[in-house]
């Protein structure tokens, strides 16, 4: 099985390309806006991305140029259209703006073949609902995962394609998606497609509003508690915090944060050996980053908006919505720790409009980087989501083709709110994003780039009793430390 931490020069295609897009002019990136989108898919919803007129429209369509090197792809994207009329579904976790930006990423490419492909968004309990379909004997035939570890649970029950006879022959798919590709195979077997990447270490703010009140951007641990301080001192509360819910994920939130702080104090190594279990929860580096660190933020007075028992109901699409108070000029909340893709798409006028926000990124709303505990442990964390091959035909293998290429995510992209795990993605469609600005100077900085360590855990663990026993640690005030960190320890498999 060949996980591994992705550092430096691991997810260096995420690095480069950046740095090689936002270093391209001598001036400062415009901020980024969503591109304009209809109403936004619901919780639960589907959505097609089927031929149009509109979409005939685009001058250059997002679709790669044959050969791709890719069989059924090329079919697909042949004059005679064989799998014309066909429909290909997939079920993803991505709702409002970002399911808006997924059906732009392949409505050319619907248009291009004429396949019909059915998008079902799952916003809430996403995972739980495709264990379902799948243990159920109905899966979509292809899914999206945040989580590398349920994906190789699925392909151990037989459950998954392995795509590599069809798509890795040559060795194309591997040598595009190096950097992440390990993180589902097996050998000779490769159970899913690398897609998309984030990076974690990032922390949102109201730039006008900070202006006006003299705050200053934190470099280290110890001036963003100064400044948390001082927030307080002046009647708001600094944390606008969820748990990551509602839904069967509620806690992955609030694993990040205690993730962030262990690569900051501890490191590479630690950090590798903790996903691996030879370093338990127990240990003392995780009980105080726990206690000393996460605990410090969640359960100081008035740090939180609404108390540290507002954490796990709180409803991640909505919890930086107190932020913008009186439009952004007396924000009730001033930060909140989350990855690059949260806005503007869960921005509350976006959100309730699905039309694109007034609020510019960069200019009213910002991107911190997390700040430094350690500085000779200047570490980040990232992420990446993962396709899988569900149901064997040619049309789904065109399709699962197409999302491995560097246009499966190219609107996304263009949209100012994604990154590709494909090397051979053009650095130019990076180009002035300030998102992807933030997240190529974070990158860039840091000593390496740790991969979520619950998405490594075994899925028992990773995406059970460490989302759980955090949410029962938060309600509790932290009061329960030991008594979680063994029953962490208590739940991981023996083999």
């Not at 430096?8 to 001598?26: D, F, I, N, Q, Y």
């Not at 379909?133 to 979509?140: F, L």
């Not at 605990?295 to 409803?315: E, L, M």
Request: glycine letters at 8%.
């Amino acid at each position: 099985m060949a996980r591994k931490l992705l550092t430096t020069p691991a997810l260096a295609v995420v690095v480069v390309l950046l740095v090689s897009a936002c270093g391209t002019s001598s001036t400062s990136p415009s901020p980024s806006t969503a591109a304009p989108s209809t109403a936004a898919p619901s919780a639960a919803s589907s959505a097609s991305a089927a031929p149009s007129a509109a979409a005939t429209a685009v001058p250059a369509a997002a679709v790669p140029t044959v050969p791709t090197g890719y069989a059924e792809l090329d079919q697909a994207l042949g004059a005679d259209k064989p799998f014309n009329g066909k429909t290909v579904s997939i079920q993803t976790q991505w709702i409002g703006g970002e399911g808006t930006n997924f059906a732009a990423s392949v409505a050319d490419f619907a248009t291009a073949t004429g396949i019909k492909i059915q998008i079902d968004s799952i916003g809430s309990s996403h995972e739980t609902v495709l264990k379902t379909r799948i243990d159920g004997g109905k899966p979509p035939d292809l899914a999206m995962l945040a989580q590398p570890t349920p994906v190789l649970a699925y392909a151990a029950a037989g459950k998954v394609i392995d795509v590599a006879p069809f798509m890795n022959a040559s060795k194309k798919l591997s040598d595009e998606h190096a950097n992440t590709i390990g993180l589902v195979t097996q050998g000779n077997s490769i159970w899913g497609i690398p897609y998309k990447a984030d990076v974690k270490s990032t922390i949102w703010y109201p730039i006008k509003a900070f202006e006006a009140k003299g705050y200053t951007v934190p470099t280290t641990w110890d001036e963003l508690i100064a400044l948390s301080d001082k927030i307080v001192a002046d009647g708001s509360n600094p944390w606008c915090v969820s748990a990551g819910g509602p839904g069967t994920a509620t806690g992955w939130q609030l694993t990040d944060w205690v993730e962030e702080v262990v690569l900051k104090t501890k490191g590479a190594d630690y950090y590798n050996d903790w996903i691996s279990h030879k370093v338990t929860f127990q240990d003392q580096g995780i009980k105080d980053a726990f206690d000393k660190y996460v605990g410090k933020i969640f359960f100081t007075p008035n740090y939180v908006y609404g108390t540290n028992t507002a954490i796990v109901p709180q409803d991640q699409k909505t919890v930086m919505d107190p932020m913008f108070t009186d439009d952004l000029q007396n924000p009730k909340c001033w930060m909140q720790k989350i990855p690059t893709w949260y806005g503007p798409d869960f921005f509350p006028d976006q959100r309730a409009s699905g039309q694109p926000s007034k609020y510019v990124i960069g200019t009213d709303v910002g991107i911190m980087p997390f700040p430094t505990i350690d500085p000779a442990q200047n570490y980040a964390e990232g992420s990446a989501d993962t396709l899988m091959v569900l149901v064997d035909r040619p049309e789904v293998r065109a399709v699962a083709e197409f999302l491995a290429t560097p246009q499966g995510l190219q609107r996304w992209i263009e949209a100012g709110s994604a990154i590709s795990t494909n090397s051979t993605t053009p650095a130019d469609w990076y180009a002035g994003a300030y998102k992807l600005k933030v997240a190529s100077e974070i990158a860039s900085a840091a000593k390496g780039i740790g991969f979520d360590a619950s998405d490594l855990m075994p899925g028992k663990v990773g995406a059970g009793t460490f989302w759980t026993k955090m949410d029962d640690w938060v309600n509790q005030g932290g009061t329960n430390t030991d008594a979680t960190l063994k029953a962490i320890d208590d739940s991981w498999p023996a083999s």
